[in-house]
């Protein structure tokens, strides 16, 4: 079997590695950036770099059916609108560490979805790969994301943020899967519809709240300048416009369970980047690296 046939699993595992390698970039655009302002840049950008390419490369429209495109855009509100905002509200109420554990909640939770509503069934062997690559992830999220000064902690508020976090990405993975399994619609289209549809729903948000537009507004007047514009930029490129491609690559090639949990493995490349820059990994961090890695062999073993 070649490795076309895993062609899925490749791209998402593919795209936790530009997650893993994009969130130090992140975390030192976040200075400068709240999250609102950050989605919307590297949103804008994105679309703007997938529409180039879609044009150098001639593709034209494509003959899908509208249910295919409300799918895609239903996921893209649901996904990166709804389920972003979420995630970040949790953030800030309850800490990275909950924070984290509550999101690694969206593997199982797309594989039940889909079981109901796509009729994906997996084998004891890949339930079993889903529970060892997320136990090992929640492993290593416990190892090495302590919480940071948070200014009111609110376990219950970020508790219910953080659940809607997690099945708003299960529900967009599912949707999308929907779509890009049943038609001959390209990931890169899909990811066009995704994130437009992403973007509508912060905008109709920031439009709700007109003191929070008129600061992200302020923050994203600093791509003016042409140093930072080109941070923001590669970043957007590896993170959104590669990462979310990649991301619909996964769900157009493997089953939305598979392809969920693969995705969710970007904490495991955050060690060995760590390593590289000078931290420790302790022995804690390396168990739970192995043992995800063995449900990840487990995925791609289960055929």
Known sequence: MGLTAFRGELAALAAALIWAIASIAFTKLGRRLSPMALNLSKGLISIGLILLTLGLSGSGLPAVSGSAVWLLGLS????????????????????????????????????????????ERLSGAAWLGIGLTVGGVAWVIVERSPDLAIGHYRPLRGLAFGLIAALSQASGAVLSRAALSTTDISPLWGTLIRLVAGLLVLLLWLAWRPPQFVSVGKEVGQLRSPRFLGIVAATAFASTFLGIWLQQTALKFAPAGIAQSLLATSPLFVIPIAVALGDRASFRAVLGVLVAIAGIWLLFWRG
């Open 76 to 119: 893209g509100a649901i996904g990166i609108g709804l389920g972003d905002t979420a995630y970040f509200a949790s953030l800030n109420s309850i800490g990275a560490r909950r924070g984290l554990l509550l999101e690694s909640l969206a593997p199982p939770l797309t594989a039940l979805l889909a079981l109901v509503f796509l009729q």
